[in-house]
């Protein structure tokens, strides 16, 4: 659209440059410290840190303000009783005086921005929407609100002119922020409180993954003190959808978030193993909790028969009552595996020194045994450290990492055999595979695996710690030697010394600064990293296994779920949510989001066929615009792809600047690839993705692998959708093409 040059856009471009020159100043001001900050002379450790936290400071504080560049202020309000307006932005900024000059959009005060209507106007005389390039107004956009005030207004009562404005613009390869033209029932689930798991349910373009990102900024705003430290996660679909969203939240200001897919949830694995759909719905399943821990339970083993054990010429033996005792003990402590492994080992070796001494203490003369209390504890110390013995009893209590356990579990029919007891024949002969690599569904076992595992005890290289941190580390261990106890009268006592357990480097580790890493690098880095709050994009893919996965991500169950099951893939899906959460005794509630901002009418007609034969339950949406333009279908029996080129060609002309997309099979999209100006995408590739134009390629050979599937793809396109069929298609609502 052209610039008007009316006066009140006149009138708001002075007031803008006024903001930018203010936005200016805050930079150079942030810059100047921070060059300060960084050329300041330290002294000692403290002095560091202190310039260390400065420099970070300065350096967000800098990256927040560049951030809001584009589209810094957008809205006015002006109040009835006041003639001072309001004005609304990605950030607060206030006069050097202290004067607000704008205001948050996430702020209460702002909030009166994106609720009051004409209905309800709560003293809002008009609502005025400035549309900008840079740093230059292109036009406003007023809604009246207070009848009386129509006379000095650019616009008509009540008009929805930058909604509808926002909703025609050409989409790009990334998602844009919506913080103009928020509506009322999604502004009432972006700041709706942070305790608990709210889902926010919609049918496709309702604006669920917009709602969710927003949410992400407001409460990092609201609850910026809990939240700041622990971050918020946001799952979404695929790598895809990562790079589409991603740009939403630095817009809004936002640094401290980690996105990720659930494939990525695993640090250090690289989920690209391929699988077939029936693998990865078994292990998908909630009946592989109960696998994985038997598979570790599994590996606690009690020898059948007494092993023999040498130990300085002498027999002992591994007895098979005694490593129960020992299992059932450490078993007890309730710890998970590696770290009950402790007490295993030292109940075990107590149980070979006291053979041991019993052997060598005999009296000849047949009276009491010779040795003492403190000569078991010194033999316990050298049978602990003869690495033979320590390598017998390994086996029976190892070490394991979950990657490990998962290697060993599934290249071994027996150990599926012992672990999967509950599954069938035909289940447990799917779990079968040799070793080397992770799929997707594999990283949720992982995690499992991980829970009932623990810890492992890793040894950090040396050339990462300072030389400070290793004196400090050799210090504590000092006093935990010199606090050791060998009490034999009790079998939970130390055995082992401190030094057997740590070693400096691990105790160095602990004291790394994390402080200058952003949080989303830390939390990435670290599996048991729990945050403050997590939002589920597309949450109808995610497998209960998935799910318990992701639960521990944040102990206080303060979530966001935003899904719509009718778009699920898995023939598996489930058909409520409460199937999902129901059972769970979790704090869970739903929110419906009712209008679809991306399907035009005239395609919502032709989805919502499909979408009756999929679910007649689900709530249908209302599209709030139509585009003028009636979906086509085309059956091109000969050279279907060199046809769809040619299509490809009309709707990129059709749409100019805008985007095209193909929408098929996988095997057709092989085939497809390369066609210039457009994408070509799987179905679950497009997922929670928006086109200009798209083109359905096959519908009833991706009908055939679920009708959800012929729903999402039919749904992806802003204004232009087009079908290209090899036969005449059956699909339902292929009648009204
Ligand atoms: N209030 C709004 N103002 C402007 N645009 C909006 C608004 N709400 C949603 N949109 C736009 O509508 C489109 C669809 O939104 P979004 O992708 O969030 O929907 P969704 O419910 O997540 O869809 P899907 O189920 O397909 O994943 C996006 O382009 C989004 O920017």
Request: glycine letters at 8%.
């Amino acid at each position: 659209m052209s610039a008007a040059i009316t006066p009140a856009a006149q009138f708001e471009q002075q007031r803008l440059d006024g903001l930018y020159a203010r936005l200016d100043r805050l930079r150079d001001e942030s810059a100047d410290r921070l060059g300060e900050s960084r050329r300041k002379h330290v002294e000692n450790d403290q002095e560091r840190s202190q310039r260390d936290a400065e420099t970070h400071l300065y350096r967000h504080r800098i990256a927040q303000l560049n951030a809001v560049e584009e589209g810094l202020c957008f809205g006015r309000l002006d109040y009835i009783e006041t003639d001072e307006p309001m004005y609304l932005g990605r950030i607060g900024i206030h006069a050097e005086g202290g004067e607000q000059l704008l205001v948050d959009w996430r702020s209460e005060a702002g909030r009166r921005f994106y609720l009051a209507t004409a209905a309800s106007p709560a003293g809002v005389r008009r609502r005025r929407h400035l549309h900008t390039k840079g740093r230059r107004i292109r036009h406003v956009n007023d809604e009246v609100l207070d009848l009386d005030a129509a006379g000095d207004s650019d616009s008509t009562i009540g008009s929805e002119g930058a909604l509808m404005a926002a909703l025609d613009a050409a989409r790009g390869e990334a998602m844009k922020d919506i913080v103009a033209t928020i509506q009322a029932e999604q502004d009432r689930i972006i700041r709706a409180p942070l305790e608990g798991i709210m889902i926010v349910d919609g049918a496709p373009g309702t604006g669920k993954t917009a709602v969710a990102l927003h949410r992400a900024a407001y409460l990092l705003y609201e609850h910026r003190e809990q939240l700041k430290r622990r971050g918020v996660l946001i799952i979404g679909p695929g790598k895809q959808f990562l790079r589409y969203i991603s740009e939403v939240l630095p817009g809004l200001a936002e640094t401290d978030v980690l996105l990720r897919t659930p494939a990525q949830l695993f640090p250090g694995v690289v989920a690209d193993r391929p699988e077939t759909e029936a693998v990865a719905a078994l292990k998908g399943r909630a009946v592989m909790a109960g696998v994985i821990a038997s598979a570790v339970a599994d590996r606690q083993v009690v020898p059948r028969e007494p092993l023999p054990v040498d130990f300085e010429g002498h027999e002992l033996y591994l007895r098979p009552e005694k490593i129960t005792a020992a299992r059932d003990a450490a078993r007890e402590t309730g710890l998970p595996h590696n770290e009950a492994r402790e007490t295993f080992h030292k109940r075990v070796i107590a149980d070979l020194a006291t053979q041991y001494a019993d052997v060598i203490g005999e009296d000849p003369l047949g009276g009491e045994n010779l040795l003492g209390l403190a000569d078991r504890a010194q033999f316990a110390v050298e049978i602990a450290t003869d690495p033979v013995i320590r390598g017998q009893i390994e086996v029976l209590w190892p070490q394991l990492s979950a990657k490990e356990l998962l290697e060993d579990l599934f290249s071994s029919r027996e150990l599926i055999a012992s672990a999967a007891a509950v599954l069938k024949k035909e289940e447990r002969a799917l779990l079968h595979r040799q070793p080397g690599g992770w799929s997707e569904a594999d990283v949720a076992l992982l995690d499992e695996a991980a829970e009932h595992l623990g810890e492992i005890e890793t040894k950090q290289r040396p050339g990462e710690l300072t030389a400070e941190q290793i004196a400090y580390a050799q210090d504590v261990l000092t006093i935990a030697a010199g606090s050791a106890s060998f009490d034999f009268e009790d079998e939970e006592s130390e055995i082992l010394q401190a030094t057997d357990i740590i070693d400096e480097f691990w105790l160095g580790e602990r004291q790394v600064d994390e402080a200058f890493v952003s949080v989303a690098e830390r939390a990435a880095a670290d599996r048991r990293w729990i945050f403050g709050h997590v939002i589920v994009d597309e949450a109808q893919e995610l497998s209960p296994m998935e799910w318990r996965a992701l639960l521990r991500r944040c102990v206080t169950r303060s979530f966001t779920v935003a899904g719509d099951l009718a778009q699920a893939a898995g023939a598996t899906a489930p058909s409520s949510w409460g199937e999902v959460f129901g059972n769970s005794g979790l704090d869970w509630r739903a929110e419906q989001l009712t209008v679809s901002y991306r399907t035009p009418a005239e395609i919502m007609e032709v989805a919502t066929r499909v979408l009756d034969s999929i679910d007649v339950e689900a709530a249908r949406p209302r599209s709030v615009r139509e585009s003028g333009h009636r979906p086509w279908l085309e059956i091109a029996q000969v050279d279907l792809d060199g046809r769809v080129e040619e299509l490809v060609a009309a709707e990129k002309a059709a749409v100019g600047e805008g985007s095209v997309a193909i929408v098929t099979t996988a095997e057709r999209a092989a085939g497809l690839a390369g066609i210039a100006d457009a994408s070509v995408l799987t179905v679950k590739q497009a997922k929670g993705l928006e086109f200009d134009s798209v083109i359905v390629v096959d519908p009833d050979a991706i009908a055939a692998s679920g009708l959800r599937n012929l729903y999402v793809a039919l749904t992806r396109a802003t204004k232009r959708l087009g079908v290209v069929a090899p036969d005449k298609p059956v699909f339902p609502g292929a009648e009204v093409l």
